[in-house]
């Protein structure tokens, strides 16, 4: 079955470290996006890419990285600069219509 | 970009319908309403979208006001299932790849 996935489900990192969170799709489709949640509030977008080898940063990038070497995969680095990552994190892909849009079943990052 | 303004929580009773308003007073011709969903602990979900007419499809329908100032998601008969964040969410129609600004939704508990 076509999807996204995230892994992993759960992870927790010591503070000041880097960590990466994949997401992977096989949809086929060309637009990926990463999200942040924090309890209780909506989703905010942190990346999005339209293309390989290219992508934008939405509203709050500040202590984010990504990459997008290959249409399939987008994984998302979260630095040490990043001062609150505790945070759920989600993934989605979507044709040219937002109506389109796939989300992945999330990573659940908690700082130690 | 347009914002949508929701109640921040409705409940309903298992098996009655549910009417969940969205305000966009702002709107602009061109912009697309879509309804997602978020079930606890996942990514949301695409529930349906329309730009003038109503429209029905096997989750729920959407009534849209004649001025389209307003929008309702309708819930023919909600099951404990439904129970999750509703969004509202508008999308300008014409842009590739629209990122979707998600608010902070409308909670829906549904007592069996």
């Known amino acids: 079955d076509g999807g996204i996935t995230q892994s992993p489900k759960y992870l927790f990192r010591k503070e000041g470290q880097n960590v990466t969170l994949s997401c992977e799709q096989n949809?086929?489709?060309?637009?990926m996006y990463w999200y942040r949640q924090d309890p209780g509030q909506g989703l905010r977008l942190i990346y999005y890419?339209?293309?390989?080898?290219?992508?934008q940063k939405g509203d709050i990038a500040e202590g984010y990285s990504v990459s997008r070497e290959k249409k399939e995969s987008f994984p998302l680095t979260v630095t040490s600069a990043q001062k609150n990552p505790t945070a759920f994190y989600l993934c989605?892909?979507?044709?040219?219509?937002?109506?389109?849009?796939?989300f992945g079943s999330g990573t659940r990052l908690t700082v130690v | 970009d347009a914002k949508t303004t929701q109640p921040n929580s409705m409940e309903s009773n298992e098996e009655e319908p549910v009417h969940l308003p969205c305000n966009h007073s702002?709107?602009?011709?061109?912009?697309?309403i879509h309804w997602y969903r978020q079930l606890p602990s996942q990514g949301p979900e695409y529930v349906i979208h329309?730009?003038?007419s109503n429209v029905n499809n096997r989750m729920a329908s959407l009534a849209i006001a004649e001025d389209r100032k307003s929008s309702t998601l309708i819930l023919h008969r909600a099951t404990l299932r439904d129970a999750a964040v509703y969004y509202c969410?508008?999308?300008?129609?014409?842009?590739?790849?629209?990122?979707?600004?998600f608010g902070q939704g409308t909670i829906l508990t549904v007592h069996p």
């Open positions: 329309g730009l003038t």
């Open positions: 702002t709107i602009s011709g061109t912009d697309y």
């Open positions: 949809l086929n489709h060309d637009a």
């Open positions: 989605a892909s979507s044709t040219d219509r937002p109506y389109g849009y796939t």
């Open positions: 890419s339209q293309i390989v080898n290219d992508f």
């Open positions: 969410i508008l999308w300008a129609g014409g842009t590739s790849y629209g990122k979707l600004t």
